[in-house]
């Protein structure tokens, strides 16, 4: 197994280790944390698929949480999302992107089709991802 495999799942394993137990979460890789704490929201993405996009995999979520950006200053995080009180209060859609592959389902994705605000509702922790950049394939492997 390669170093970086290795941290991503060690990271992958803390986060399995902060669910609580039955309860349904969805995750949220970004590099951005500072901005959704703030801002006590994670907006749609401004192209694409305008979309706050979710995963039900940690490993996917630390994927795009490691990937770099022009504009970023911030570390990646992850934050746990409790499911069932964000499907109380917006519409959740599952969504199959072939963006890797064409396996339907390798994302595990799910989407809600606006902002989501008032986020500490909904937020169960926030795991911060060392600084290592993660091959999705690798993860997948």
Known sequence: MSKLLSIATDTAIRLRDRWVRNRPVLYHGTRY???IVESNSILCAPYGDTCVSLTRRPETAIYFASLPRDDE???GAVLILDRQKLQAAYRIDIRHCDC???ASNDEAEEAIWKDVVDLRRFLIDVVYVDD???DIEELAA
């Open 132 to 134: 290592v950049r993660v």
């Open 33 to 35: 944390i500072d901005a």
């Open 100 to 102: 890797f592959g064409g």
């Open 73 to 75: 200053d911030e570390r």
